[in-house]
């Protein structure tokens, strides 16, 4: 007998498999639909019943958090007059692994009758909800991973992946954006991230100021104060150079015994990279992983030190 760890590598192995399965059906017919749906100037109404609803209403959610307008409606609640909230301008996302379930075809006539096109998901392409669509997409799956292969598992597994294909495919062709992507989300930590910038986390008090003529082993003791790992240069109260601790260390190296002979000037980054108080948390991670550098410093217009914002200020 079959240890449960066992039995749950062979439900994973299959429905891996059927996903697999599905790029092959991938054809025009999954252009179609995301043309549809992308020239479509009302919302996409996505329906379903049983385990085809609850995928349904996961991938309307997708597809409304990624700019495409989309909502889920179970079609028993059509006949109690939920139809109110369909439009010529809208579009049917209709899911049925069978293609033939009898609350989802009652529904297909008041689609058709208001003229609204249907993109039909099932495993039968020749089921009558693939006859009455607009567009369909075969979701065909050999079998399901339950052992009776009864249970939706891989068909379900299936939906989903088709669904989430269609809402990435759509995000690409509408050049969806992170920022776009806060504004769905702004109460997630993705979204923080998103919306915060760097005067919500930059460090404004007691910032390591070192005169440019101070020398190194002075400047050591300031840098070292700061907690920071560098040291900011001002004259007349602007920024002109920036050292890090590891300025200090290679100059070290370099000079050995005449190190203390140098002054901050010697050598300080005289363009330091610098950002505004609005610069969003993610634009400075890209900063920083783009020059190898772990902090930036907060300025004005006029080079005016704000603030200072390190790498571990941005993992919020």
Do not use: W
């Given at each position: 007998m079959k240890s449960p760890k066992e039995y749950a590598i062979q439900v994973i192995r299959e429905e891996a498999q059927a996903v697999l399965d599905l790029i092959p059906s991938l054809d025009e017919h999954f252009d179609r639909a995301v043309e549809l749906i992308y020239r479509c100037h009302g919302k996409v109404i996505v329906t379903g019943v049983g385990k085809s609803g609850h995928i349904?209403?996961?991938?309307?959610?997708?597809?409304?958090?990624?700019?495409?307008?989309?909502?889920?409606?179970?079609?028993?609640?059509?006949?109690?007059?939920?139809?109110?909230?369909?439009?010529?301008?809208d579009v049917v996302l209709?899911?049925?692994?069978?293609?033939?379930?009898?609350?989802?075809?009652?529904?297909?006539?008041?689609v058709l009758h208001m003229q609204v096109p249907i993109i039909g998901m099932s495993g039968n392409p020749n089921s009558l909800l693939a006859k009455y669509s607009t567009i369909h997409l075969n979701v065909h799956v050999a079998k399901e991973a339950c052992p009776l292969n009864l249970a939706p598992t891989s068909s379900t597994t299936a939906q989903l992946v088709v669904g989430d294909a269609l809402a990435i495919a759509l995000m690409e062709k509408r050049k969806f954006r992170p920022q776009d992507f806060a504004q769905f989300h702004p109460g997630g930590e993705l979204g923080r991230r998103l919306l915060t910038t760097a005067a919500d986390v930059m460090r404004s008090d007691d910032l390591p100021i070192i005169p440019k003529d101070m020398h190194l082993g002075e400047a050591i003791i300031h840098v070292s104060k700061g907690k920071l790992g560098l040291g900011v240069s001002l004259e007349d109260g602007k920024i002109i150079g920036l050292i890090t601790d590891g300025d200090i260390r290679r100059a070290m190296e370099r000079w050995q015994a005449e190190f203390f002979n140098h002054t901050?000037?010697?050598?300080?980054?005289?363009?330091?990279?610098?950002?505004?108080?609005t610069t969003k948390i993610t634009e400075i991670q890209r900063i920083m992983q783009r020059h190898k550098i772990h902090t930036v410093l907060v300025a004005d217009q006029e080079r005016h030190l704000l603030g200072v914002v390190d790498h571990y200020s941005c993992m919020i």
């Open positions: 349904g209403a996961k991938i309307a959610a997708t597809l409304a958090s990624t700019g495409t307008p989309a909502f889920f409606i179970n079609p028993l609640d059509v006949f109690h007059g939920d139809l109110g909230v369909m439009t010529r301008d209709a899911i049925s692994n069978s293609g033939l379930t009898d609350e989802l075809l009652r529904f297909i006539p008041m901050v000037s010697d050598i300080m980054t005289h363009q330091p990279k610098m950002v505004t108080p």
